[in-house]
């Protein structure tokens, strides 16, 4: 089978397609024929060497994915040919991977292979960040950075489904703010000025969420952003730099630094994105969350389209389709 592979670790760059055996399943492991993937942040960094899981090389990218059934164990409840979405982990840049049983769900009649391989990696994490780290109430104000991005679009959905104000902050509130707006923004500010717009759009009280994967020289505005007990959601750093905090800046206004591991949370729980799939499925069928695409690429440029993210060109999610 065709499959991108990481062969060194000097950047998207590196990545490579080529003919290599297809997938063999463990017993308690799905193949699927891989109809589109997703393309995430963490690629970026796996082909940098950079990401905390680190595969010897060469090996397949690729955390989620959408297609069908080739096989299943007998118990799963799964039939060939059922159309579902995958997180793999890895390989999912190929045209066939194998996934744990616990990590594929049968998707709805009415959901695109496009939208399905939208979900897992940004939709789970902000559901995760914002549900469970957050515990985001109705009437808070959120406020998210890299708004225009994959991560960025899905948190705002997830905050407007959960009857939140957002506030989005991106580089360019003429081209990626209307992308931000599209997907439920109720506010467009700058990068370079969202502290004071937040103060004036809150009227001084400051924002209860901030959503952060951008990190960098950004970080500090975000906490004096914070409404008292405000919480700051670290989700990465695509901005480059990892922040340091000066602690006493969270005992002024009782605010809070949060982390979202979601990936080391959910590994240790079986259960877990089954479980986080019922509950994206529900907003699903009420029209709250829609992810918008981005780009398209093929398989034959994977290296392109990591590039993109890679130098923070992307607006909403970028695809792989696999299919053709």
């Not at 670790?9 to 699927?32: F, H, K, N, W």
């Not at 940098?48 to 799963?76: C, I, M, N």
């Not at 717009?197 to 009280?205: H, N, Q």
Request: proline share 6%; aromatic share 6%; hydrophobic share 45%.
């Amino acid at each position: 089978m065709r499959a991108a592979q990481i062969t060194s670790l000097s950047g998207p760059a590196a990545i490579t397609v080529d003919d290599i055996a297809e997938p063999t399943a463990a017993d308690d492991q799905v193949v699927v024929a891989v109809h589109r993937a997703g393309v995430a942040y963490p690629d970026v960094l796996l082909s940098r060497g950079e990401y905390q899981l680190k595969p010897p090389t060469p090996f397949v990218p690729g955390a989620e994915v959408a297609g069908t059934v080739v096989s299943a164990p007998d118990e799963s409840g799964l039939t060939v040919g059922q159309r579902v979405v995958a997180f793999p982990g890895f390989g999912g840049f190929a045209q066939r991977v194998a996934a744990p049983l616990t990590s594929v769900v049968p998707i709805p009649d009415d959901m695109t292979y496009d939208v399905a391989a939208a979900l897992p990696m940004n939709y789970l994490t902000c559901l995760f960040a914002l549900d469970q780290r957050a515990h985001i109430q109705r009437g808070d104000t959120v406020l998210v950075h890299g708004a225009s991005g994959g991560i960025g679009t899905a948190a705002i959905q997830l905050a407007k489904a959960r009857g939140a104000r957002a506030i989005a902050v991106v580089s360019d509130p003429d081209s990626r703010g209307k992308v931000a707006r599209e997907a439920g923004a109720d506010d467009v500010v700058a990068a370079a000025t969202f502290k004071d717009d937040v103060r004036e759009l809150t009227d001084g009280r400051g924002v209860e969420i901030v959503v952060d994967p951008v990190g960098g020289d950004r970080f500090t505005d975000s906490l004096r952003s914070l409404a008292t007990e405000g919480r700051l959601l670290v989700i990465g750093f695509t901005g480059g730099e990892i922040p340091t905090v000066k602690v006493n800046r969270l005992l002024l206004n009782n605010i809070s630094v949060v982390g979202v591991g979601w990936g080391a949370y959910w590994m240790t729980r079986p259960t877990f994105l089954q479980e986080q799939w019922k509950v994206l499925m529900h907003d699903w069928v009420s029209g709250a969350i829609n992810p918008p695409i981005g780009a398209t690429f093929s398989l034959d440029q994977v290296a392109d389209a990591v590039a993109m993210l890679d130098d923070r060109r992307a607006s909403g999610k970028v695809l792989i389709n696999v299919a053709d």
